[in-house]
Structure formats: structure tokens, C-alpha cells
T-cell receptor, first 114, second 112 residues
């Protein structure tokens, strides 16, 4: 059973470009979470999604950031018009359909904005 | 707002000794408390978790204790080994919901 998969692992963008980060949850998991980690800091919750629904987006910046988890395909975290402050590691986690709270994390995408 | 405080930020112990990391949380409704280990360049790896109906849980060299009244929980690693060197994060569920709030992390170094 493959773990949570994220791609790309590293992403370099220039200011003003768009960044798209992908996350495929573990098999049997329909709950997806996105977290952001700045250097030397803990993870900060951004958004919680189930298939085709955003359940909690209380940690998402109000502008430029959006997330989706379509019926088919991976979850996407999209950052429009990136700025240097968006440089961070973005982690996706998934939890089982059974309702168990345990979250399993992917390897992360490290975004660098030049 | 919801907050998790973690101490110490760095910890250095001799191989074979024990390491203890402590966290406090603010949300009385928190009922799930996982601990993660993160190695350089990797994602957090769940090492142990505890739920609010349990006071202590042990898995080989790792144990976690929870004091709901005081709102604190601790990670104990015994017989430490060099491969235990990593950054450790505690977390707490918020409002009984699925989202986790993380502590700031503890960089654990095991000296051979």
C-alpha cells in the first residue's frame, strides 16, 4: 500500500507565477489535509478536504490560495501570483475513510519563489 | 486561539539515556494527541498517538503520557539510539475536529 504521494518534490517559481502542488492520498483515504511549514517552524494547518468538498479552510490565506479534491484525481493546492513569502514546504496528509483521526503525511513539496 | 507549546526546542542526550519532550495545549475539547518524527528533507512520520480516554500508551522504547486536567502530554524515549536523532513534533486536535495544531518542534540529538 503506497503512502501519501506528493509532486513535485521541489518547485521553483518566479514572483507572479502560479504554483500547483499535487497530493494523492493513501488507498482507502478520502480525507486530505494541507499544511505549510516555514524553516525551523512547526506545521500550520491550511485546509481540510473530502472528495469534492472543502470541509475546513480556516487556515488558508484569503487571497491567491485555493484547494480542490475532485472526484477523480489528486488534490491540488494552487497558489496564484506567488510572492517570496510563499516559499515553504507544503505537506499533504490523509486519513482513512473509517473516520479514524490518524493523519499520514506525504514527503512534501518544497516551493522556492525567486 | 488554539495553541500548542512544546519544550525544549533542542535536546541533546547521550546514547542509551532517556529523552523527554513536553507539550501543553489550550483547547479543552482536544481529544487526540499524535507525535511525529521528522528527518531532514522528509515528511513527518507518526511514531505514537494517544486519545483522551487513555492516560498512557507505550510502544517498545517510546511512551506517551497525557494529563487532561493539566492539559499537558509528554513523549518519553528510552535507551536512545543515534537513529533517534531528528525533529519531533507534538500535535493536538482542535475542537474535536480533524485539524491538528502542531508544537514548534524539538530538535533531538543523540550523542554516541
Amino acid at each position: 500500500n503506497a503512502g501519501v504521494m506528493q509532486n513535485p518534490r521541489h518547485l521553483v517559481r518566479r514572483r507572479g507565477q502560479e504554483a500547483r502542488l499535487r497530493c494523492s492520498p493513501m488507498k482507502g483515504h478520502s480525507h486530505v489535509y494541507w499544511y505549510r511549514q516555514l524553516p525551523e517552524e512547526g506545521l500550520k494547518f491550511m485546509v481540510y478536504l473530502q472528495k469534492e468538498n472543502i470541509i475546513d479552510e480556516s487556515g488558508m490565506p484569503k487571497e491567491r490560495f485555493s484547494a480542490e479534491f475532485p472526484k477523480e484525481g489528486p488534490s491540488i493546492l494552487r497558489i496564484q501570483q506567488v510572492v517570496r513569502g510563499d516559499s515553504a514546504a507544503y505537506f499533504c496528509a490523509s486519513s482513512p475513510d473509517t473516520g479514524e483521526e490518524t493523519q499520514y503525511f506525504g514527503p512534501g513539496t518544497r516551493l522556492l519563489v525567486l | 486561539g488554539e495553541n500548542v507549546e512544546q519544550h525544549p526546542s533542542t535536546l541533546s542526550v547521550q546514547e542509551g539515556d532517556s529523552a523527554v519532550i513536553k507539550c501543553t495545549y489550550s483547547d479543552s475539547a482536544s481529544n487526540y494527541f499524535p507525535w511525529y518524527k521528522q528527518e531532514l528533507g522528509k515528511g513527518p512520520q507518526l511514531i505514537i498517538d494517544i486519545r483522551s480516554n487513555v492516560g498512557e500508551k507505550k510502544d517498545q522504547r517510546i511512551a506517551v503520557t497525557l494529563n487532561k486536567t493539566a492539559k499537558h502530554f509528554s513523549l518519553h524515549i528510552t535507551e536512545t539510539q543515534p537513529e533517534d536523532s531528528a525533529v519531533y513534533f507534538c500535535a493536538a486536535s482542535i475542537g474535536g475536529a480533524q485539524k491538528l495544531v502542531f508544537g514548534q518542534g524539538t530538535r533531538l540529538t543523540i550523542n554516541p
